[in-house]
């Protein structure tokens, strides 16, 4: 089983004058800019997703189901790959649609745990009647694998106000895991998605719950100089928000799945990549997204 995920910025579905219409791959205060980036940002997102050819792909940043729909039914095929018989984007907490999606080629069971607030996940926090994750954790059966599929705060605009969101987030995960499995060692679950770690890593990270010896950082098993997954222009950095953290067993199951980092769609001004880019790609836009896709190999799934 191959598995992407991908936070695939801001994809929202519009009709303007009646005319369907996809958002690109911008922030909103990315403004100003010609609407043909925005169709060739999509066009570049799906052929980025069909160099990974994957069984299941979980996408952060849709804004509703229909947007989904639309891209799984209209774009995705002009990129060479047939629609994906499963699609599902569950509404999340985000009031502005950052919803987290799921595509797959195998039949799925997909649980959203955007309602659970603090106290019924037993996790101690000053507001335990709020639901714990600002988007959500979406829970998704396939084979014999639990995929956790998270999307946790950004660190801006207040890196100190984010970090305890972002560590009750990390610690409602684990209780998830844990209410799931008896003996979390021995299961075979994987948590992936858009953490949201910012670049100093001398920091406490806001993860610690999650990062090993609870999971094990597939990430690890690259180079430290290749495990970066977005380029912030306004800032010049690169960082590693995107994570691949997978139960031990699994991990000893599929001890030579080392993730694979697509970064063919990113704009040519994250000058670090330099293998090559899909046609099309320009030096901010147009691009897939401002994250490079993670792939993730697990034979006989």
């Known amino acids: 089983m191959r598995i992407v995920s991908f936070n695939i910025q801001n994809l929202r579905l519009r009709h303007p004058d009646g005319v369907a219409r996809l958002d690109?791959?911008?922030?909103?205060?990315?403004?100003?800019?010609p609407?043909?980036?925005?169709?060739?940002?999509?066009?570049?997102?799906?052929?980025?997703?069909?160099?990974?050819?994957?069984?299941?792909?979980?996408?952060?940043?849709?804004?509703?189901?229909?947007?989904?729909?639309?891209?799984?039914?209209?774009?995705?095929?002009?990129?060479?790959?047939?629609?994906?018989?499963?699609?599902?984007c569950l509404p999340g907490n985000d009031g502005r649609g950052l919803d987290i999606a799921v595509l797959s080629r195998r039949a799925v069971r997909v649980t959203s745990h955007a309602?659970?607030?603090?106290?019924?996940?037993?996790?101690?926090?000053?507001?335990?009647?709020?639901?714990?994750?600002?988007?959500?954790?979406?829970?998704?059966?396939?084979?014999?694998?639990?995929?956790?599929?998270?999307?946790?705060?950004?660190?801006?605009?207040?890196?100190?106000?984010?970090?305890?969101?972002?560590?009750?987030?990390?610690?409602?995960?684990?209780?998830?895991?844990?209410?799931r499995f008896s003996q979390p060692e021995q299961g075979l679950w994987l948590i992936l998605g858009d953490l949201n770690e910012p670049w100093d890593a001398d920091a406490t990270p806001a993860i610690a719950p999650l990062l090993p010896p609870f999971s094990v950082d597939l990430m690890a098993r690259l180079p430290e100089s290749d495990r970066w997954t977005y380029y912030d222009f306004h800032s010049d950095r690169y960082g590693q928000p995107d994570a691949l953290l997978a139960a031990p067993a699994l991990a000893t199951r599929w001890p030579d799945s080392v993730p694979v980092v697509l970064r063919s769609g990113l704009g040519f001004e994250a000058t670090r990549h330099r293998a090559g880019h899909l046609p099309g790609v320009g030096r901010h836009r147009p691009h897939a997204s401002d994250h490079a896709a993670l792939l993730l190999s697990l034979p006989g799934a």
């Not at 999509?42 to 849709?62: K, N």
């Open 115 to 179: 309602a659970l607030t603090e106290a019924e996940l037993g996790v101690r926090s000053d507001t335990p009647d709020l639901p714990v994750f600002r988007r959500d954790c979406v829970e998704i059966e396939i084979g014999q694998i639990i995929v956790f599929a998270c999307h946790f705060k950004a660190p801006h605009p207040d890196p100190s106000a984010a970090w305890p969101v972002r560590r009750l987030e990390a610690a409602a995960v684990r209780a998830l895991v844990e209410r």
């Open 35 to 88: 609407e043909t980036l925005d169709a060739a940002d999509r066009r570049l997102a799906a052929a980025l997703l069909a160099t990974s050819d994957a069984d299941l792909v979980v996408l952060q940043e849709v804004f509703d189901s229909e947007t989904l729909d639309w891209f799984n039914r209209h774009v995705l095929p002009k990129a060479g790959l047939r629609p994906y018989p499963y699609a599902v």
């Open 24 to 33: 690109g791959a911008r922030d909103r205060d990315e403004v100003g800019e």
